[in-house]
């Protein structure tokens, strides 16, 4: 069985700093790594190898810095990676990140899963699982909480927010998971050291012959919302403090909503 897992590299939200006067993230000298989601994804694959035999492998599209990104999916135990590495990625184009994916899969040859995030963590389009389908030609299934092989045929478990859809679909199929699917396993350094020995393939838009048809997204601003507070202070003996204080929130609305 060979499944691919499609991850992305963000930037570490946690050490994100938001400047005071424009409100525009501050995203120079931020680390980065993998996209939560594509951790579950990562996760799937390598539980159903474990399972079911197979090889896991992690394509993924970035800057020269996925080159360091991509060994936690390899600790992780995917088997191999192919990078399509860009000098100006910013990967905020699901529909050109999507037709690389496309000619990436193609390189790899035939395959039997592809397993992605349902969204990223820093745009969260949750357009690139739905997009690659399409131009793949092949069925997809969404929103996946659980997932097994069942009689040689992938069975889904789908989250439709109000009730759960079970589904089958034989083998050929794009499959976009939550992050209620599993827990990512942490690689313990023996898995570490020898991530760095697993096949890397590096390749570039340019010789994947890119073909640009899908959409053309400009960034053109990207700040954070306004933020103020109201700065009310209470004084007052404690007993009194904690009556006042009760009622402005009821008042906001935070408490017996």
């Known amino acids: 069985m060979n499944i691919v897992v499609c991850v992305k590299q963000v930037p570490d939200l946690n050490q994100i700093r ?19 989601f594509d951790k579950n994804a ?22 020269p810095k996925i080159k360091e990104t991509i060994k936690e999916s390899l600790a992780m135990g995917a088997d191999e990676a192919l990078l399509v590495v860009d000098e100006s990625w910013t990967g905020g184009d699901p529909g050109r990140t999507a037709g690389l994916l496309v ?77 209620e699917l599993n827990s990512p396993r942490l690689p313990s350094l023996t898995k570490i050291l020898a991530a760095a020995k697993k096949p890397v393939t590096v390749t570039t838009p340019a010789e994947l012959q890119e073909v640009r048809n899908g959409t053309y997204v400009e960034q053109i601003r990207n700040v954070a919302p306004p933020l103020s507070r109201k700065g009310i202070f209470l004084e007052g003996d404690a007993d009194k403090v904690a009556e006042e204080l009760v009622r402005a929130l009821e008042n906001e609305g935070v408490l017996r909503r």
Do not use: M, W
């Open 103 to 179: 000619r990436a899969v193609e390189k790899l040859g035939t395959f039997d899963l592809i397993l992605v995030g349902e969204g990223s963590a820093d745009n969260y389009s949750g357009q690139v699982g739905p997009r690659l389908a399409e131009r793949l030609g092949i069925p997809q299934i969404t929103y996946v909480r659980a997932l097994e092989l069942v009689d040689g045929k992938i069975r889904a478990t789908r989250d439709l927010e109000d009730c759960y859809e079970v589904v089958e679909a034989p083998f050929g199929v794009l499959i976009s998971v939550t992050s």
């Open 18 to 36: 938001i400047k005071g006067d424009t409100g525009e993230p501050v995203i120079n000298g931020v680390p980065y790594r993998l996209s939560e």
């Open 42 to 63: 990562l996760e799937a694959a390598i539980t159903l190898k474990e399972k079911h035999g197979g090889k896991v492998t992690a394509v993924s599209i970035g800057t």
